[in-house]
């Protein structure tokens, strides 16, 4: 099993930064793709960032290019989403997640199904 405890969110005005982390225990030789998913109210959950288990090759949605950047610290065992330049957008609970698929074969990095392990979420609030 792998667990997955997501920390940083909060509140910050537009045009603000919020770096979250998420910390990984348990089996973590089973992780081949980690991802960052938000769910905004009212919308489904969409795929944000993901990142590779050798924390190599990474890849974002469109609507975040340029503004967060996903990174992995393997001997920490963290999961960190640098988010700059917030807008009210971007408001909504983020979540980690990870799978042991690796992030790029089948294309489907944004895809929920496939990961099977998530955290309980951090709250993202700008305004």
């Not at 983020?94 to 199904?113: E, F, K, M, N």
Request: a neutral charge; hydrophobic letters at 30%; aromatic letters at 12%.
């Amino acid at each position: 099993h792998v667990q997955l405890v997501e920390s940083g969110g909060g509140s910050v005005q537009a045009g603000g930064s919020l770096r979250l982390s998420c910390v990984v225990s348990g089996y973590t030789g089973s992780i081949g793709c980690m991802g960052w998913f938000r769910q905004g109210a009212g919308k489904e959950r969409e795929g944000v960032a993901a990142i590779d288990s050798d924390a190599t090759t990474t890849t974002y949605a469109d609507s975040v290019k340029g503004r967060f950047s996903i990174s992995k610290d393997n001997a920490k065992s963290v999961l960190y989403l640098q988010m700059d330049n917030l807008k009210p957008e971007d408001s909504a609970m983020y979540y980690c997640a990870s799978r042991p698929l690796d992030c790029w074969t089948r294309g489907d990095w944004y895809v929920q199904s496939p990961y099977n392990y998530w955290g309980q979420g951090t709250q993202v609030t700008v305004s």
